[in-house]
Every structure is written in structure tokens, then in C-alpha cells.
Nanobody
Framework: QVQLVESGGGLVQAGGSLRLSCAAS????????MGWFRQAPGKEREFVAA??????????ADSVKGRFTISRDNAKNTVTVYLQMNSLKPEDTAVYYC????????????????????WGQGTQVTVSS
């Protein structure tokens, strides 16, 4: 079982930046992938970004490429994944969820939420115009 806790959400003006953090209870993530998804009111959950833990490969939705950066930190026996969000737009407003899974690569799609077994509770990001 893996527990994920997101933080860093908030209210920001368009053009601003936020950094989301996701702290994981598991100390090693060798074969895992971790991802960020978001869900806006009245819309389906959508993929934002993912990182393959072992080699650091990253994947992004077209809508956030060049603005968002996913990264990982495995220092001091803690596991954290970050989502740096720059040049935020009102359409980025959503609840952002962290996800992790050990079979994502085998599942075949880093952008498919069904490939991730563990989910955090979410953190709200609101971008005002």
C-alpha cells in the first residue's frame, strides 16, 4: 500500500506560478511511475504529467508542455514528486491529484489513470484571470 499526500495548491493570478508536491509513504520507487492528473468542475479527469521513477523519463499533456515540469526527489529516505507550474492560465483551474503505480509501463500508457493503483486526495489550484 502506498499513501500519497499532495500539497502546494492555492489561488494565483494568470501568468503566475505554483509548485505542487506529492509525498509518498514508500521509500523506494524503483519500478514505479508517478503522475499528476487534474479534474475541473463538470469535466472528466485528465492527464497532466508523469515520470518514470527509475530513469526519470517524463511525459506531458500537450496542454501543459513548456509550462509545467515534473520532477522527483529521493533524498533522505523520503520520496517526493513535484509539479512546477508556470505561466498558469484560468483553464488550469482544477483539483490536482498525484498518482503512483508499479505496473504503469506494462500497462502501456502513462496518461491513462487506470494504469495507476494509488491516488492522493487532491489539492485545489485556482487561477484567476
Amino acid at each position: 500500500q502506498v499513501q500519497l499526500v499532495e500539497s502546494g495548491g492555492g489561488l494565483v493570478q494568470a501568468g503566475g506560478s505554483l509548485r505542487l508536491s506529492c509525498a509518498a509513504s514508500r521509500r523506494t520507487f524503483g519500478s514505479y511511475a508517478m503522475g499528476w492528473f487534474r479534474q475541473a468542475p463538470g469535466k472528466e479527469r485528465e492527464f497532466v504529467a508523469a515520470i518514470r521513477w527509475s530513469i526519470g523519463s517524463t511525459y506531458y499533456a500537450d496542454s501543459v508542455k513548456g509550462r509545467f515540469t515534473i520532477s522527483r526527489d529521493n533524498a533522505k529516505n523520503t520520496v517526493t514528486v513535484y509539479l512546477q507550474m508556470n505561466s498558469l492560465k484560468p483553464e488550469d483551474t482544477a483539483v490536482y491529484y498525484c498518482a503512483a503505480g508499479s505496473t504503469v509501463a506494462a500497462c502501456g500508457s502513462y496518461s491513462s489513470g487506470g494504469c495507476y493503483a494509488y491516488w492522493g486526495q487532491g489539492t485545489q489550484v485556482t487561477v484567476s484571470s
